[in-house]
């Protein structure tokens, strides 16, 4: 095949690979289809298809010792500290998190507050809890009941009495 078509299938795998990297992260096809083509043209490259698998395995070792050896270096670790999150999410910062012990609430029955459509607030003896139902609506004033508590989801039905 043509040395100017590989070249190309080279380059063009590269560019789709920066265009996932820098451009639309996370959508995955430009950087499968940069993969796709840098694959298929060290495949041409090559006289057989072990051969080609061999280049590919050693690429991709030599491609992740650059990138360890990148996070190690000093010069290198300024440009991966712009694609992170250097911010903490600490207590003197105001920063609260979710009640762990939401568990505790689970059969608990309580008022609601707010239309429920699904979500809105009910009161629970005092406490004013976020709360979402199965996916029906419940009116104000109604006598909800807890039925689960998925993470910080407190999930409500109707309850039947008070």
Known sequence: ???????????????????????????????????ASLIWGIFLVTDSVLEGILYTIGALII???????SFRSPRTRRLWKRFSLSTRQTLDG?????????????????????????????NFDGEYLDVVTEGGYIGHGTAIKVIAVEGTRIVVREAKTL
């Not at 100017?4 to 995955?28: M, R, T």
């Not at 491609?63 to 050896?69: P, R, S, T």
Request: charged share 10%; aromatic share 8%.
């Open 94 to 122: 105001g920063y609260v998190g979710p009640k762990v012990q939401a568990e505790s609430y689970v059969g608990r029955t309580g008022i609601s507050l707010t239309q429920l459509r699904p979500a809105g607030t009910g």
């Open 63 to 69: 491609l992740g010792i650059i990138v360890y050896l």
């Open 1 to 35: 095949m043509s040395e100017s078509i590989i070249i190309l299938l080279i380059v063009l795998g590269v560019f789709l690979l920066a265009l996932e990297v820098f451009v639309v992260p996370g959508f995955g096809v430009s950087g499968i289809l940069g993969m």
